[in-house]
T-cell receptor
Framework: DTAVSQTPKYLVTQMGNDKSIKCEQNLGHDTMYWYKQDSKKFLKIMFSYNNKELIINETVPNRFSPKSPDKAHLNLHINSLELGDSAVYFC?????????????FGPGTRLLVL | GENVEQHPSTLSVQEGDSAVIKCTYSDSASNYFPWYKQELGKRPQLIIDIRSNVGEKKDQRIAVTLNKTAKHFSLHITETQPEDSAVYFCAASMWGQNFVFGPGTRLSVLP
């Protein structure tokens, strides 16, 4: 009965590799997000999808590509991983993209690039 | 765009004392202000929020106050307990826009 789930929980990989993180929500929400939390704990929005359509794409390198096969899933694919990509990546969802609603976060994926 | 500042960055209090965390925002059009708590190794979770049509909201030991004129809002935790130790994030948003989070405050409640 987990509301927002992510896999994997931990990801250790070499520079230059390509990896994917998966996110699923069972709350029936229309909007999903990807956040990056760096070592200083800053929470920065990367992408926002509403009903499978991209609505926010902050200044993120195009090595990062989100994919939403349906409104319950938002995956993140990262090409040519770099050391600076090491961080915790959180998926989140909210009822809509109105911007005034609770966001429910997943447990996070801890990515370490060696 | 919106910019949210948060102070202090770290805060230590004795168990039972009160803790106050302050945030300022730059865009006067922002009208929704949530607070999230993130325990060590866990996900951020909403603890309280306030909309711009009210000045204060309370939920048991936590309260949030909003001063729209000065563009700042504060989180107040009374009778702090060790389980209140966490990183607290404020955020600001407006209709149709995503949250802009503050940089976080690490609160330590000392027994």
């Amino acid at each position: 009965d987990t509301a927002v789930s992510q896999t994997p929980k931990y990801l250790v990989t070499q520079m230059g590799n390509d990896k994917s993180i998966k996110c699923e929500q069972n709350l029936g929400h229309d909007t999903m997000y990807w956040y990056k939390q760096d070592s200083k704990k800053f929470l920065k929005i990367m992408f926002s999808y509403n009903n499978k359509e991209l609505i926010i794409n902050e200044t993120v390198p195009n090595r990062f590509s989100p994919k939403s096969p349906d409104k319950a899933h938002l995956n993140l694919h990262i090409n040519s991983l770099e050391l600076g990509d090491s961080a915790v990546y959180f998926c989140a969802s909210s009822l809509s993209s109105a911007g005034r609603e609770t966001q429910y976060f997943g447990p996070g994926t801890r990515l370490l690039v060696l | 765009g919106e910019n949210v500042e948060q102070h202090p960055s770290t805060l230590s209090v004795q168990e039972g004392d009160s803790a106050v965390i302050k945030c300022t925002y730059s865009d006067s059009a922002s009208n929704y202000f949530p607070w999230y708590k993130q325990e060590l190794g866990k996900r951020p979770q909403l603890i309280i929020d306030i909309r711009s049509n009210v000045g204060e909201k309370k939920d048991q030991r936590i309260a949030v106050t909003l001063n729209k004129t000065a563009k700042h809002f504060s989180l107040h935790i009374t009778e702090t307990q060790p389980e209140d130790s966490a990183v607290y994030f404020c955020a600001a948003s407006m209709w149709g826009q995503n949250f802009v989070f503050g940089p976080g405050t690490r609160l330590s409640v000392l027994p």
